[in-house]
């Protein structure tokens, strides 16, 4: 879809930390769609029409847009109708975000306008990808030791955004201290 430069509407059904947002302005940015980003946790009847008028005025100019909402699944029966036109005429390209069942949790008609992708929880070695890569980034190894780099892969339980956030607290330590163990300090 994104080599093509249509993207479908899409529902991104999975477990916290599994890459939804990341998909999405990936393939917004693949496909050279404009991204907006709303919460239906955050975001009402208001900011949806703002960003369906914002849409449009883009579509007018030859842009697409996608719209990704989070936590889709928060919005009503009535606030998920409100897509429907726009997702019917073009206007937006709707990319929603659930940590639930859709099949239940959004409307019949919004779910048959969708393709929905099913996110699974990361593996051990995606996540201890997700670590060498953020060791580049930092430029530095974890200052840890092997045992406790398996048991900060092991507590992240498939969540890349959790032990991102948990490497971020490690690397914030500082390179003076020395690495964890699970054997604690040493006396001198």
């Not at 994104?2 to 693949?30: E, F, H, N, Q, Y």
């Not at 849409?55 to 030859?62: E, I, N, Q, W």
């Amino acid at each position: 879809m994104a080599a093509a430069r249509r993207l479908a509407s899409m529902i991104l059904w999975g477990p916290p930390g599994t890459g939804k947002t990341t998909i999405a302005r990936l393939l917004a940015k693949a496909g050279g769609y404009e991204f907006m980003q709303i919460s239906a946790v955050f975001s009402g009847v208001a900011d949806l029409k703002k960003a369906f008028e914002q849409a449009r005025a883009r579509r007018m100019a030859g842009q697409s847009t996608l719209l990704f909402v989070d936590e889709i699944h928060r919005f009503n029966r009535a606030q998920q109708d409100g897509f429907l036109p726009f997702v019917e005429e073009g206007i937006v390209t709707l990319v929603g975000a659930t940590t639930e069942n859709p099949s239940f949790e959004l409307n019949g008609a919004l779910l048959s306008r969708c393709q929905v992708f099913v996110l699974k929880r990361l593996t051990e070695e995606s996540l201890e990808l997700l670590l060498q890569r953020a060791e580049v980034a930092e430029n530095r190894p974890l200052p840890i030791d092997a045992e406790a780099r398996s048991t900060l892969v092991s507590m992240a339980d498939g969540d890349g955004r959790y032990l991102l956030t948990l490497a971020e607290t490690l690397f914030s330590i500082g390179t003076d201290t020395p690495p964890c163990s699970r054997s604690g300090p040493t006396r001198r």
